[in-house]
């Protein structure tokens, strides 16, 4: 089960167990991270699980997987190069150790 590390705007460290297959934002929202609400269950729709990619990991994640992520990230007040809607980013064993970094508001 890979480990994902979360971080808040104030530095927080949440480091949560999400098991393969479930969207990295399920296995926050399972573990109760603070800023991770998820609103729209996983259907790229709101913007609520919105994380920036560590930049070590960026290659591993990838960029916005559809045209609607695309979308939902552009009306983020806190997009950057590396945003992405955790809904959207499947953990697996080869993310074990992904660092997300949570921008100072969802909405």
Do not use: Y
């Not at 969207?23 to 259907?43: F, W």
């Not at 790229?44 to 997987?65: F, I, L, M, R, S």
């Not at 992520?69 to 809904?87: A, G, I, V």
């Amino acid at each position: 089960m890979p480990k994902i590390v979360f971080i808040s705007s104030n530095d927080d460290e949440h480091i949560v167990d999400v098991e393969s297959g479930l969207s990295v934002m399920e296995g926050a929202v399972q573990n109760l991270v603070r800023g991770i609400d998820g609103d729209c269950g996983g259907a790229a729709a709101c913007g609520t699980c919105h994380v920036h990619v560590d930049q070590a990991w960026v290659e591993k994640v990838g960029g916005p997987a559809t045209d609607m992520e695309r979308q939902m990230l552009d009306l983020s007040d806190f997009k950057c190069p590396t945003s992405r809607l955790s809904c959207q980013i499947t953990a697996t064993e080869a993310l074990d150790g992904l660092v997300l970094r949570m921008p100072e508001g969802q909405h």
